[in-house]
């Protein structure tokens, strides 16, 4: 059995569903406090941290590698042909939940980290480690808090968008950061053919549509807000809200919730509440999008109240050194030529982007993250690792031929 595989299932094994750890940081502490790397780990709220770096023997770089260590529920445990939390290997896959999203990242990373130094390979700068276990949750006591407490700053934000403190001099503690790879499941069909070089941004809302309630069979005497609220919701439906640039297709606007009623069919209702996300590139601004539903809101003559919720804003790294090295080790060990993409949810690459200016995420294939018998193939898990390793070797160390 590969380091690699034998790592998976070792953390597999860890029934860590968001918010506990249970046991994978310490677990990864072992492996590598004897290769030298400071450990810290964080808590906070019942969420674990881990903050880990190794300098090299050179001075260069910060190149981060980042994840997560929790998992979401395993739903019906009748429905996974074997017990989700007991890693199992069959038609040449790992089965169990987190296989793919991230354990298997995690594993192939530390074991790429092992076979660097085991290779008495001088680097320049330094590799570091943050991890948590409150990825799949809030996120609002996970990366956001390691890098407010590692990366302290006299300018602190609101806790928007889960985020607790805008870091503006991240180097008032001598900290910084160049490189951060986050080890998402980005492949699509075969392991390299896409990694995210951005997320769109999540904007949510909470509109609610006054009228007044009435009978039914005497219309006049009320107004209903469900009728209000239509040629509104046709025209929202309609916008164009913007192009899209390079990198991220236009932005979308969804309505997910529609609630109105008083319970009765005789009832016209005094309200209806409408909730709604906006998915936004970086060809929008928060402000703006705001304005404009407003605007076509108050256009309508509506008489009505809204409520917004930003979760994550969106981060593109372009076209760099980072995403260069990630593509030539993906082409060296697969022949592939990997797409850059920004598909998707939101990461935790949201907040790291605010302190690192290239983030990258690259992980194994998506299609059984989050589902019943999660997996991974296990032909892919010693390609991954190389592609850590060849990546930090293109970054880091000064001399080609040791790569």
Known sequence: MSRVRELAEALIRCRS????????????????????????????????????????????????????????PAGPIDQWCSDPFTPTVRDARLYGRGAADMKSSIAAFVVALEELLEAATPYAGRIALLLTSDEEGPATDGTVRVIARRLPTAAHGPATD?????????????????????????????????????????????????????????????????????PALAELVATEWDHGNEYFPPTSWQASNVQAGAGAGNVIPGRITLDFNFRFSTASTVEGLQQRFAAILDAHGLDYSLEWSLSGMPFLTPRGALSEALAAAIRAETGLVTELSTTGGTSDGRFIARICPQVIEFGPPNASIHKIDEHVELAALEPLKNIYRRTMAALLVPDPVSR
Request: one cysteine or more.
């Open 17 to 72: 569903v968001t918010p506990d750890d249970h046991g994978c940081q310490p677990l990864l502490i072992e492996r590598l406090r004897p290769l030298g790397f400071a450990c810290e780990t964080i808590e906070s709220n019942g969420v674990t941290n881990l903050w880990a770096t190794r300098a090299g023997s050179l001075p260069g770089p910060t190149l981060v590698f980042a994840g997560h260590t929790d998992v979401v």
């Open 162 to 230: 889960g985020w607790v403190g805008v870091l503006e001099r991240p180097a008032a503690r001598g900290e910084r950061l160049d490189y951060c790879i986050v080890g998402e499941p980005t492949s699509v069909d075969r392991l390299g053919d896409m990694v995210k070089n951005g997320r769109r941004g999540s904007l949510s809302g909470r509109l609610v549509i006054n009228g007044v309630q009435g009978h039914i069979a005497y219309p006049h005497l009320a107004r209903n807000p469900i009728h209000l609220l239509a």
